[in-house]
């Protein structure tokens, strides 16, 4: 992208022209502009929510994307969700990425679907994506469809986790010759140093930077963050009917982690299957806004991974980029331990 020599040098920090190889990832409803842009500015790359950006703060797309610019002129990235859904969404994800190449975004983050339309709309402009993959069936797919890079969704992931452990999924992509990203329980500047030394090109990272202060969540979440061990967080289907890592308060005990009966024959149902994930999607949208702007009790959803167990405190969002960057420069990667993230 652009001639550029790297704090931390990894074919993901060479390749975006950005210092630090930690993404913010992506959050619905957690990436608020002034997230995005503190952890651009400190080094890394902070992913803009299109959903976020425009329906939870408020922004028309552009001039959200212009608020971030306002804050810095580093690099940022966008989230783009290709998941089959109304053709309506999809027009509107196309737009918001036009005008996102016209605002200068060049890394994208593809989550779920074919993200070939997303290669071909920015790959002229020399555009950058990566795709988050939890197996080596869709990160195949994903390469066919022309991606560029993968972003490998473990089992610890905060938002919706994969199934295999940061090692085990390395070891099942790792060969495929495109760089790959963890992205799943890194909460801290071990866990960061540890990914890269395993072979992962960057991190990307979501819980952590929930509790930051520039994260515009109600401050009950960001204590909740702070206060939850690995072992409260759980996995429920009732939020969007596939799993989704969740802090296990009131409401998760009460409740369950099983969508009902109903809805469950309807999942099962080849007919009725993408109208019932449509109904679980919309009623996720409508319900999770609360968790960046309103008041939060424990009879609402906490959306938290195992990487809570890294977060110890309330942290400005630039000084975690650069704390994590300078404890992983001091170690040799010899001195890293081996042991799980
Ligand atoms: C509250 C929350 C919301 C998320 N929303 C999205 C999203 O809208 N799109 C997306 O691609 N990933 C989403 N993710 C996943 C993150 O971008 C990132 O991959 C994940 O948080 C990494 O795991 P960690 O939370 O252990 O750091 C979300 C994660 C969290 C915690």
Redesign the pocket.
């Known amino acids: 992208m652009m001639d550029h020599s790297p704090l931390i040098d990894t074919p993901l920090t060479r390749a975006l022209g950005i210092d630090v190889p930690l993404i913010c990832?992506?959050?619905?409803?957690?990436?608020n502009p002034e997230l995005i842009a503190t952890v651009s500015e400190a080094g890394g790359i902070g992913?803009v929510?299109p959903?976020?950006l425009t329906y939870v703060y408020g922004h028309d797309f552009r001039e959200g994307l212009r608020r971030i610019r306002e804050l810095t002129d580093k690099p940022i990235g966008m989230?783009v969700?290709t998941e089959k859904s109304s053709e309506r969404y999809l027009d509107r994800m196309r737009r918001w990425l036009d005008i996102a190449v016209e605002e200068g975004v060049r890394f994208f983050?593809s989550?779920l679907g074919d993200p070939r339309w997303i290669v071909e709309s920015v790959e002229g402009v020399g555009g950058l994506v990566y795709h988050?993959v939890t197996e080596r069936r869709w990160a195949q797919k994903a390469i066919d469809s022309g991606v560029h890079g993968l972003?490998a969704?473990n089992s610890?992931?905060?938002?919706?986790a994969g199934a295999l452990s940061p090692e085990a999924l390395l070891d099942e992509i790792g060969d495929l010759g495109l760089p790959v990203a963890c992205?799943?329980?890194?909460?801290d500047a071990a866990g960061f140093a540890r990914a890269l030394s395993m072979g992962y090109v960057g991190v990307?990272?979501?819980?952590?930077f929930?509790a930051t202060t520039e994260c515009a969540s109600p401050e009950e979440y960001k204590r909740a963050v702070v206060e939850a061990g690995e072992e409260d967080i759980v996995l429920t289907h009732r939020l969007t009917a596939v799993p989704v890592?969740v802090i296990n308060n009131e409401r998760v005990k009460r409740e369950g982690t099983e969508v009902p009966w109903l809805a469950r024959r309807l999942l099962a149902n080849a007919r009725t299957k993408h109208w019932i994930r449509a109904f679980y999607s919309l009623k996720s949208v409508l319900g999770l806004k609360k968790?960046a702007t309103g008041k939060m009790s424990p009879t609402d959803y906490f959306?938290?991974?195992?990487?809570v167990a890294g977060v110890d405190a309330i942290e400005n969002a630039g000084d975690i980029v650069r704390r994590w960057a300078e404890e992983t420069g001091s170690q040799k990667s010899s001195d890293i331990p081996g042991q799980p993230l």
């Open positions: 990832g992506a959050m619905y409803p957690c990436s992913i929510q959903i976020s989230n969700l983050v989550s988050d972003i969704v610890r992931a905060g938002g919706h992205a799943g329980g890194v909460g990307q990272a979501g819980t952590r929930i890592a968790a959306q938290a991974g195992k990487s």
